[in-house]
């Protein structure tokens, strides 16, 4: 992992100006007699295959903010998104990995010089690679199969160099979360790198969800083995990875599959007093056995009351087309700021389209419905784009709205059929009262 910051920064800065270059190739080949639709094609998975190539090999934050933008992939429109979901989706679950003598040395400084004699057998290559560490599978010195997270080095001077590198690109980025501003993005994820940064803390995160979830018929939280501030050991889980089912799962398994997630992101809060705060498909899998495995549980929000109150009411009240109450009540919550003058009819009609996952028996979850929200918001000239840039969102929802709208990007991508409705009634405080 490159740690200085002119290594990071030079690398990051190939992005935009491989894009022009290609560019001005494309436009010689055109001259050529090549037709615009295949130099268009050809500058288009060329660019989604560098960006793969530079944030995977830099890891850190990189990398993160490529996961990020990987769940928002369902937006964007099916002409132009065949291989930025390929180049994206490679990163929800894998990248180049570190060489096996830096590995050794992490678990010496963290586990000891001794570190192998904890395991009956460590397995040198990485099972996944992921942003700022990767995992080995190991079997414990009693025989328990484990997976062992390794933190790269160096991943914390690189983090914070990345994120305050990828705000001077920030435009490179926005065709992949139509609707939503980039900078935003990039400080919260800056917000949470720290917290990431420290395993101990993570593993105390895993070990609170895998209480509340043990035995859970639904849902499979391993349990934490030992844990360092750089290196975690937990319980090995077999299971297929949300990022293949989005690919060639079956009908059955999509459906399964996101009714799992909701389940697991809305009740969370009520049964842990915490919210999984990092959804991107690399995180989650389908077991054999139908359950949800949850994984990386580095950044969470802690919501100790549970879901906030007031957010089912929004639901509700849109839902049952009350649009002066609804407006009241986002004043009140400062969704809408003091002094700011909005027209409760168009509140009403921005947030109303969002609510309807809650509104029917089963909702099906398709990429066309996020790309219409996505242009809907995104469009300069509409009436929705003015009404969103006057909404303001408060301290306390943002880690909530990341969840929400990331969840909502793999729905899509699952193409999942459920019925969000009575997930919400259960878990949501405020929706069905």
């Known amino acids: 992992m490159p740690r200085k910051t002119v290594a990071r920064t030079a690398r990051l800065a190939s992005l935009p100006l491989g894009v022009a270059g290609r560019a001005v190739g494309g436009w010689g080949r055109r001259l050529a007699g090549q037709s615009a639709d295949e130099v268009s094609a050809e500058l288009t998975a060329r660019t989604a295959e560098q960006l793969f190539a530079v944030l995977g090999q830099l890891k850190g934050g990189a990398m993160k903010f490529g996961q990020a933008l990987s769940v928002f992939e369902a937006a964007i429109p099916d002409e132009l998104a065949a291989p930025y979901r390929e180049a994206l989706t490679k990163l929800q679950a894998a990248a180049p990995p570190m060489s096996a003598q830096v590995m050794h040395r992490v678990l010496a400084q963290q586990l000891g010089r001794g570190w192998r004699s904890r395991f009956a057998d460590f397995d040198d290559t990485p099972a996944a690679a992921a942003s700022i560490g990767q995992v080995h599978r190991a079997t414990w010195h009693d025989g328990r199969e484990v997976a062992v997270k390794v933190q790269y080095p160096g991943a914390d001077e690189a983090l914070l160099s990345d994120l305050r590198q990828l705000q001077r690109f920030s435009r490179l980025f926005q065709p992949f979360a139509p609707g939503m501003e980039i900078k935003p993005l990039l400080r919260e994820l800056t917000d949470r790198m720290v917290e990431e940064l420290d395993y101990r803390a993570e593993a105390d995160n895993q070990r609170a969800f895998a209480k509340a979830f043990t035995g859970d018929p639904l849902v499979l939280v391993p349990r934490v083995i030992a844990s360092a501030p750089k290196v975690t050991i937990t319980e090995w889980v077999d299971g297929r990875p949300l990022a293949s089912i989005i690919r060639e799962g079956a009908r059955g398994e999509r459906d399964t599959a996101g009714r799992l997630l909701s389940e697991f992101h809305f009740s969370s809060p009520a049964r842990v007093g915490l919210l999984h705060s990092d959804p991107h498909p690399g995180n989650f899998m389908l077991t054999p056995d139908d359950r949800l495995c949850v994984i990386d549980f580095g950044a969470v929000a802690r919501l100790p009351e549970g879901l906030p109150r007031p957010l089912g009411a929004m639901i509700r009240l849109s839902l049952e087309d009350r649009p002066t109450e609804l407006m009241e009540l986002m004043r009140d919550e400062g969704f809408i700021r003091d002094g700011m003058r909005l027209d409760p009819e168009h509140v009403l009609a921005y947030l109303a389209p969002f609510a309807e996952p809650a509104a029917t028996g089963t909702f099906h979850f398709t990429r066309k419905w996020m790309q219409r929200q996505a242009e809907r918001i995104g469009d300069l000239r509409g009436q929705d ?49």
């Open 385 to 433: 784009f003015k009404t969103g840039r006057s909404l303001n969102l408060p301290p306390q929802y943002l880690l909530i709205h990341r969840v929400t709208t990331g969840a909502t990007g793999i729905l899509c991508q699952l193409d999942a059929e459920f019925s969000m409705r009575e997930i919400i009634s259960r878990w949501q405080p405020g929706f069905a009262e």
